[in-house]
């Protein structure tokens, strides 16, 4: 038996992140843990449930590359409904679409649908032998995470079993867990293990509501509807064959109906309908789309603002959704360290939760799971070495990509439809074409490229804002002397041709 066999991993949080680590420390050979408080989301009734709220995500490199650092076959089956996307298709009031790329070279992010997603990877959870999920388990509290009234990091690192107290969530029975030697706080946003951290040392921590609200709408496949929209033209190659005939608008890309103050957002789904997202203003949902607000009061504000959009899903099932679904809130956590000696750490949103624009939540929280194993096999799994290095070193990465991900609304709902916004992009685009590696747009390091750490990818583009700025008014610059120039020399010809006379 190797050393990893004897020892027991626990996990909070069967979301995506939990299993993914699952998956990670079971196929390093430790028996894995798995505890969840709501039920199993694969059961017939909860599929109802998950369905109502069925997100779809945006996976990218990330994501990807830290499932395949996991298990390559895994990786193909869980990711085998992905809907590729080459770029957004930006909808104006008037229905026109444009189409503006992600990549300069056909990169793609791809659309999944949340649940399937995690579904999948309980399904392969169920394939180990070496795990076990035990659902409808709350956690409420670790013992012995700090042993003694002193708060550092070395008292907290004692060798003493941390017990971990769970209560049913059905049974309401309780439940103490004590074979476990190492703790994983994959709980999410509102984290039970990192409470039990912060009990048990000094964490930094912040946590900031935006004034903004989701609300989840679909636009059906086409077979369910009689309304389809043309598919855009400006990018033909990206729709994949075949796949027209169901889908109500072009499934490669993410739609975006911007609306400087708010704006709707629509993913393909791999049956043919997309889901949407309407991120608002508290003060709009307060009022125009109030829950109390009449259903002719609701269809006008979404006729007048999302005409287009409206027409593919129908009244009638933008009013279902409107009324079913809840309000849902937007939450930046940042917090350090991200564990206590070699007992628990957290990863996940429990540890970075990000507001959804950037599309990065899921695929860093992956993106964890990689880094840490990484670090962890490095010194041979001394965990309290390992989480120790790993809170250093993904500090900063974690603390951009939060940052990054809420300056990306402004872009998302207003800065796509700026002249200036396109200019800069098109004068990025070039300068990447023309000096490759050396200059790469943000998007393309934060999406595409899972090896430049997201702090790389800010420090990365600092300078080149500079340089860009630099770059758009010399040329603005340049262009007016010319024009001047030419209305001088203008002048001059047609003076001299006076005197001439
Ligand atoms: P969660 O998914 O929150 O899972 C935590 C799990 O822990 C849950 O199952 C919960 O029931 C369980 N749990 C909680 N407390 C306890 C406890 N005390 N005991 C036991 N179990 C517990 N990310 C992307 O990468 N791309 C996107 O396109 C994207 N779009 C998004 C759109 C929206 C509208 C939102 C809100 C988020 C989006 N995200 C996206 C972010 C992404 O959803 C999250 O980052 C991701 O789900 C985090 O996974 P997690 O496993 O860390 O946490």
């Given at each position: 038996?190797?050393?990893n066999e ?25 028996k894995?843990?798995?505890f969840?408080s709501?039920?199993?989301?694969r059961d017939p009734?909860?599929q109802?449930l998950?369905?109502l709220?069925s997100i ?12 395949r650092?996991v ?8 990711l085998?409904?992905?809907v590729?996307?080459?770029?957004r ?8 679409q444009?189409?503006?790329k992600?990549?300069l ?15 999948s990877?309980?399904?392969e ?5 070496n ?11 670790l ?9 550092n990091?070395?008292?907290?690192a ?6 971990g ?6 049974t ?5 867990v ?5 703790w ?10 990192r ?6 040392l ?16 679909r636009?059906?496949?086409k077979?369910e509807?009689?309304k389809?929209?043309h ?13 027209e005939a169901?889908f109500a608008?072009?499934p490669?890309h ?9 704006m ?5 789904n ?30 006008s ?9 409206i ?6 099932l933008?009013?279902e ?5 809840p ?5 930046c ?8 000696g ?15 624009f950037y599309?990065?939540?899921?695929n ?7 880094t ?12 309290e070495?390992g989480f120790?290095?790993y ?17 990306n609304y ?5 800065d796509?439809?700026?002249t200036?916004?396109l200019?800069?992009k098109?004068?990025d685009?070039?300068?990447s074409?023309v ?5 790469l ?9 899972a ?12 300078w ?9 008014r010399?040329s603005?610059g ?24």
């Open positions: 038996m190797s050393s004897s020892h027991t991993v626990g996990i909070v949080g069967a979301g995506l992140v939990g299993c993914l680590a699952a998956l990670a420390f079971a196929n390093e050979g430790f894995v843990e798995l969840e709501r039920p199993d989301l009734d909860q109802v998950s369905q709220r779809n995500l945006a996976v990218s490199a990330r994501g990807i590359t830290a499932l650092s298990d390559e076959e895994m990786a193909d089956r869980v085998k409904d992905l590729p996307m080459h770029g298709m930006v909808h104006d009031l008037n229905g026109k444009i189409c503006q992600y990549g070279y056909g990169e793609c992010i791809n659309s999944i649908n949340r649940s399937l997603l995690n579904r990877l309980l399904d959870l169920d394939k180990l032998d795990v076990k999920v035990t659902f409808n388990h709350k956690l409420i509290r013992d012995n995470l700090k042993r003694s009234s002193s708060d990091l070395e008292n907290a004692n060798s003493e079993v941390v017990r107290h769970f209560v049913g969530t059905k309401n029975e309780s439940l103490t004590e074979n476990v030697n190492v994983i706080g994959a709980d999410g946003s509102y984290s039970q293990v409470s039990q951290i912060q009990r048990a000094q964490m930094n921590f912040s946590q900031e509501y935006i004034d903004h609200y989701y609300l989840e709408l636009i059906p496949a077979n509807t009689a389809s929209s598919f855009d033209s400006t990018c033909p190659e990206a729709v994949e064959v075949g796949t169901k608008l072009n490669n993410l739609h975006i109906w911007p609306r400087h103050e708010y709707l957002i629509a993913l393909a791999s049956d043919g309908s997309f889901t949407c997202t309407l991120f608002a203003p508290k003060s709009l949902f307060d009022k125009e789309l109030a829950i109390s607000a009449s259903d002719a009061d609701v269809v504000f979404f006729r007048t603002n999302f005409p287009s959009a027409e593919l899903m129908g009244d009638d933008l009013l959704s409107f009324r079913k679904n309000r849902g809130s937007l939450v956590v940042k917090c350090s360290p991200y564990n206590v070699g007992k628990a750490i957290i990863i996940g949103d429990a540890a970075h939760s990000m507001v959804p599309g990065q939540g899921m860093c929280g992956f993106e964890d799971v990689r840490l194993m990484a670090i962890l096999k490095k010194h041979e799994f001394d965990f070495t120790n290095e809170t250093e070193t993904r500090r900063k990465d974690l603390g951009a990509i939060v940052d990054l991900s809420m300056r402004q872009e998302m709902r207003h796509v439809t700026s200036a916004y200019l800069r098109s004068v685009g070039f300068l074409r000096m490759g590696d050396f200059w747009p943000l998007y393309t390091m934060v999406s595409f490229r090896d430049i750490p997201y702090s790389r990818a800010v420090q990365e583009r600092q080149q804002n500079d340089i860009l700025t630099w770059v758009i010399a603005v340049t262009s007016l002397l010319a024009g001047t120039a030419l209305w001088h020399g203008r002048l001059f010809n047609t003076l001299s041709s006076l005197y001439s006379r």
